[in-house]
């Protein structure tokens, strides 16, 4: 295990320099850095590997164009709440774009039109929001994703069995928050799903047994992947569709030890990545957040500038396993810099 990690920091090291060169590329001449943009980024939480290396892209872009970037984030991605004081604020405080990740499509689809109203520009990123008002998306697609979740764990289990999935926010609950607010949850987690629902229909051996809603709580989705398990002990499969999912079910299947269950995760924190090593999970899915950071301010500043801008950006998704995980191409998108 060891030797592995080892190995993983050492090939990491020789491809940094290339990596920096392919995850930023090369200034736009078109753009003008004399003027200082203010662009507030409001994401879904203040934490984990998977935001914070959307930062990380965003500063990236901000030493290059010459943007104030101001950070923002609830503690939980189902505050949605918080989500919508934050842009209301950055309202306010007159930003001059404003780029959103928003927990739930519908929930924060006004406070969209608001910003609009006062010619404040709203960039989407990495989940979709309800209003015709935002300039453009950057980020995966979700279908597809799910889809390759789908694709890998049913390969894994030869085409039978029984599967389930923790997914989170669910997009179909229609709850009220607290101002009143439909809450329809995340666009971006239903689309996995539907992705990974639709591929698996087309397999009559298989069945999605249950499908669990995990907030953003690790220890939540411990007891969720314990409860299903012990609901369906004949379960032979977990499909995991986020981060906090993904560490909570497999920190449940580490326990137990070596034994027929297959998983199939999403995202590359540290310890998933571990958890791909010793075989806990057999795969992960994962997405570029460095470049989804990075070309979410990029665009940002074009649009403050009147320029044109395209209506989607898919940054893409790849299925990693211990057999690709080490070529060079993946390891830029584990490692972008640093964690």
Avoid at 109 to 136: C, F, L, M, N
Avoid at 226 to 247: C, F, K, V, Y
Avoid at 322 to 331: F, G, K, V
């Amino acid at each position: 295990m060891k030797s592995l990690r080892l190995g993983l920091v050492l090939l990491l090291c020789a491809v940094l320099a290339l990596a920096v060169t392919s995850c930023l590329g090369t200034s736009p001449a078109y753009i003008s850095t004399n003027k200082t943009h203010k662009v507030h980024m409001i994401v879904k939480m203040n934490r984990g590997d998977y935001w914070n290396t959307v930062k990380l892209g965003a500063e990236a872009a901000a030493r290059e164009f010459n943007v104030k970037l101001t950070f923002k984030a609830p503690d939980s991605e189902s505050d949605i709440d918080e989500q919508i004081t934050m842009v209301e604020e950055s309202i306010k405080q007159k930003a001059d774009v404003i780029i959103l990740a928003a927990s739930s499509y519908m929930g924060l689809a006004q406070v969209v039109d608001q910003a609009e109203y006062y010619r404040i520009p709203v960039i989407s990123v990495d989940a979709e929001v309800g209003s015709a008002k935002v300039k453009t998306y950057v980020g995966s697609n979700g279908y597809e994703a799910g889809q390759k979740s789908a694709e890998r764990l049913i390969d894994l289990l030869n085409g039978y069995g029984e599967i389930g999935i923790i997914n989170f926010t669910n997009s179909t609950s229609g709850q009220t928050s607290s101002t009143g607010t439909i809450d329809y949850g995340a666009r971006d987690a239903d689309e996995r799903e539907k992705g990974f629902l639709n591929y698996a229909a087309r397999f009559p051996n298989v069945e999605v047994v249950q499908i669990s809603y995990t907030s953003s709580n690790t220890a939540d989705a411990e007891q969720l992947t314990r409860d299903m398990l012990r609901n369906h002990p004949r379960l032979r499969g977990i499909a995991t569709l986020n981060e906090t999912a993904s560490q909570g079910a497999g920190k449940v299947i580490q326990e137990l030890g070596p034994g027929p269950l297959k998983m199939v995760a999403f995202d590359s924190s540290p310890s998933m990545l571990e958890m791909l090593q010793d075989g806990t999970v057999q795969a992960t899915v994962i997405q570029n957040p460095f470049n989804n950071g990075y070309l979410a301010v990029k665009y940002a500043v074009e649009a403050t500038e009147g320029m044109d801008v395209p209506e989607r950006v898919d940054t893409g998704t790849k299925l990693i396993d211990l057999d690709n995980m080490l070529w060079p191409e993946n390891q830029k998108l584990l490692f972008p810099f640093v964690r």
